[in-house]
């Protein structure tokens, strides 16, 4: 239990074009998911909080216009990194609260983006 | 949110015994502790999880003290396949869930 996947699992895009991440729980409900950023060596950087059927919470620095979260589902979030440039390559990895009294989040397998 | 602090690497060999301490002296009456590990290129995998004493599942055990500043993640018995990034965090849904990752410690098993 507790599966959650992501596509595409890479993907290299043009500089100025929009790339769509999908964050899917496989076999539980998720009402909140995470999205975060992973640097070659460095540890994750928490981009935004992700509810159904509301807007995200984008943390400091993060531009809520160029990643775009959409949670239409309780299975499902997106991230939509627009007019995309090399800087925003990087490892983007997902993650989904499982409702319990601990609310242990579970990560999907993170999606290796490359902006040529 | 209550931040965490880890050794960060720790070398090892084979078969041993591998415990990796990590301090959170502010965490809240709410926070749970919870252990990730993550491999190059993949997203972090749940270990284990606690809120006071001891936890032990078929991977791990999860010590944590009275006070709970503090907790220790015990790996029996290492293989070189459990050479990864090993991360501590404290969190709670009342802070809207958030998990905030610290730099993790860097466990390297030798033959």
């Known amino acids: 239990g507790a599966v959650v996947s992501q596509h595409p699992s890479w993907v290299i895009c043009k500089s100025g074009t929009s790339v769509k991440i999908e964050c899917r729980s496989l076999?539980?409900?998720?009402?909140?998911m995470f999205w975060y950023r992973q640097f070659p060596k460095q540890s994750l950087m928490l981009m935004a909080t992700?509810?159904?059927?509301?807007?995200?919470?984008?943390e400091q620095g993060v531009e809520k216009d160029k990643f775009l979260i959409n949670h239409a589902s309780l299975t499902l979030s997106t991230l939509t990194v627009t007019s995309a440039h090399p800087e925003d390559s990087s490892f983007y990895i997902c993650?989904?609260?499982?409702?319990?009294?601990?609310?242990?989040?579970?990560f999907g397998p993170g999606t290796r983006l490359t902006v040529l | 949110l209550a931040k965490t602090t880890q050794p960060i690497s720790m070398d090892s060999y084979e078969g041993q015994e591998v415990n990796i301490t990590c301090s959170h002296n502010n965490i809240a009456t709410n926070d749970y502790i919870t252990w990730y590990q993550q491999f190059p290129s993949q997203g972090p995998r749940f270990i284990i999880q606690g809120y006071k004493t001891k936890v032990t599942n078929e991977v791990a055990s999860l010590f944590i003290p009275a006070d709970r500043k503090s907790s220790t993640l015990s790996l029996p018995r290492v293989s070189l396949s459990d050479t990864a990034v090993y991360y501590c965090?404290?969190?709670?849904?009342?802070?809207?869930?958030?998990?905030?990752f610290g730099q993790g410690t860097e466990l390297s098993v030798k033959p």
């Open positions: 993650s989904a609260e499982w409702t319990s009294n601990t609310d242990t989040q579970y």
């Open positions: 076999d539980f409900q998720a009402t909140t």
């Open positions: 992700s509810n159904e059927g509301s807007k995200a919470t984008y």
């Open positions: 965090l404290v969190g709670d849904n009342n802070q809207g869930g958030k998990l905030i």
